[in-house]
């Protein structure tokens, strides 16, 4: 495998369903992130983990649990979620996520529907 | 506030035709510029970036792009364009520091006609 793999590619779900998207990333990269790519908004940040610490959160509902377990892995955990959660969700990985923003790799997403 | 504008939804070019698609920013300082392309069912590729150094970068895929200050612009360019350029082209924008994640463009949808 090379770049930013995803699992699921496709994922529906119930309200009260839990389930988890999986990101891995094989570019020696020590930052990763989750993006919401929803129709008619702009591609909206949700997470950014560090050297597998978390250092951006972008006032996203508990509901969605990020989870990195190691620089080359990252999860997203998924409880309760709401019909307006359905969207693409992107991983993208960059060497690190320090002063200057630097190129990100991107994953091809998860596209989930919630019912 | 900082914001990215990429004013034109949707544009139809026919193969072999020049292209250009634009991104304005406001910012206020030094911009870090990325444009990326993604195709149907795929996530997002880096096509060219710009932090600093010559204003006319060169990308992949025969694409350049031209970081214009004083019209706080960074449009995409393409000489030929060929059918498998059809795509959605987002504009980003970052800076150093606390600024550092990127605003997002909210995309062209680029069509092209044999």
């Known amino acids: 495998e090379t770049g930013v793999t995803q699992t699921p590619r496709h994922l529906v779900m119930g309200m009260t369903n839990k389930k988890s998207l999986k990101c891995e990333q094989h570019l020696g990269h020590n930052a990763m992130y989750w993006y919401k790519q929803s129709a008619k908004k702009p591609l909206e940040l949700m997470f950014v983990y560090n050297f597998k610490e978390q250092t951006e959160n972008n006032s996203v509902p508990s509901r969605f649990s990020p989870e990195c377990p190691n620089s080359s892995h990252l999860f997203l955990h998924l409880h309760t979620l709401q019909p307006e959660d359905s969207a693409l969700y992107l991983c993208?990985?960059?060497?690190?996520?320090?002063?200057?923003?630097?190129?990100?790799?991107f994953g091809p997403g998860t596209r989930l529907t919630v019912l | 506030a900082q914001s990215v504008t990429q004013p034109d939804i949707h544009i139809t070019v026919s193969e072999g035709a020049s292209l250009e698609l634009r991104c304005n920013y406001s910012y206020g300082a030094t911009p870090y510029l990325f444009w990326y392309v993604q195709s149907p069912g795929q996530g997002l590729q880096l096509l060219l970036k710009?932090?600093?150094?010559d204003t006319l970068v060169q990308g992949i895929k025969g694409f350049e792009a031209e970081f214009k200050r004083s019209q706080s612009s960074f449009n995409l360019r393409k000489p030929s364009v060929h059918w498998s350029d059809a795509a959605e082209y987002f504009c980003?924008?970052?800076?150093?520091?606390?600024?550092?994640?990127?605003?997002w463009g909210l995309g062209t949808s680029l069509a092209v006609n044999p």
């Open positions: 993208a990985s960059s060497q690190e996520y320090d002063f200057s923003p630097d190129t990100q790799y």
């Open positions: 980003a924008v970052g800076n150093a520091g606390n600024n550092r994640k990127l605003i």
């Open positions: 710009y932090f600093s150094g």
